[in-house]
């Protein structure tokens, strides 16, 4: 069902499924042709499952704010106080993760415990070239040629070649969905600036790292890095998925995000 809440004035909408032990999603819009509706369906059997899309959280600071992972991270936490439900679970994805480890370590009363999808720590040598080259794209390409990049970075070959219809459909949707090159840099950029390692040794509570080999956008290695840097935590690898994990081996990771939530959720 869709809530509001009031902030200063402003009113902020919301999705809360479900009944249990809070969930908070940081997750970005779907960009892939299933969609969430499964995952949200399946977590909301147990959990009371709040979801938004981060980027418009992000998209409500810049200007009036740096627009930085951090600041959205004080977002969220704003948005959290005056939800007022005492720690939750968090599950990042993608940007999520680095909102997710700010959260986690500049407000851990609000944090239960976490789990990171498809996480990075820092804009390294790869990952500037990589968003460099996304900033780039959506500047210089077609709606539906951006689209077919971000696909081919985002996606494994397998999971595109089972679901080519699907992504033929969101490739015509992009010319009329797709956000200004303005925007979309300020938003990559904001992953480079971002950097976690600093955040880590602060961060107490249970975390999940989840990560795939074959992940081009932000690879293993970041998701082994914050398993590294952690007091507690447990990481998984996929041998292929992509980076888009939730969408390409939903059913596999799907149990094990309920598992980590149920083993230390707080009521």
Avoid at 4 to 10: L, P, Q, V
Avoid at 71 to 100: H, K, M, R
Wanted: charged content about 20%; glycine content about 8%.
């Amino acid at each position: 069902m869709l809530s509001t809440i009031k902030k200063n004035g402003e009113t902020l909408c919301y999705q809360s499924l479900g009944e249990g032990p809070p969930l908070l999603l940081l997750i970005p819009q779907s960009t892939a042709p299933l969609g969430y509706e499964t995952l949200l369906n399946q977590l909301s059997k147990y959990h009371q499952v709040i979801l938004y899309d981060p980027r418009d959280i992000a998209d409500r600071i810049i200007g009036a704010r740096s627009g930085s992972i951090d600041s959205q991270a004080n977002a969220v936490a704003d948005f959290l106080q005056v939800l007022d439900i005492g720690p939750v679970g968090v599950l990042g994805y993608s940007t999520g993760c680095g909102v997710s480890l700010s959260l986690a370590a500049t407000c851990p009363e609000l944090v239960a415990n976490m789990i990171l999808v498809s996480p990075w720590t820092h804009g390294d040598d790869h990952l500037q070239q990589v968003q460099r080259l996304r900033i780039n794209a959506a500047q210089e390409l077609s709606a539906e040629h951006y689209a077919c990049l971000n696909a081919s970075l985002l996606f494994s070959p397998e999971y595109r070649r089972a679901n080519q219809e699907g992504f033929a459909k969101l490739v015509k949707l992009a010319t009329t969905q797709r956000p200004e090159a303005g925007l979309i840099k300020r938003r990559l950029e904001a992953i480079l600036a971002f950097d976690a390692r600093p955040l880590l040794s602060s961060i107490k509570c249970n975390t999940l790292v989840a990560c795939a080999v074959d992940d081009q956008l932000m690879p293993c290695w970041f998701g082994r890095e914050i398993h590294a840097g952690l007091s507690s935590s447990e990481l998984i690898e996929f041998g292929n998925g992509g980076h888009m994990l939730l969408d390409t081996c939903r059913d596999e990771i799907t149990p094990r995000l309920l598992e980590h939530f149920s083993a230390f959720s707080t009521e």
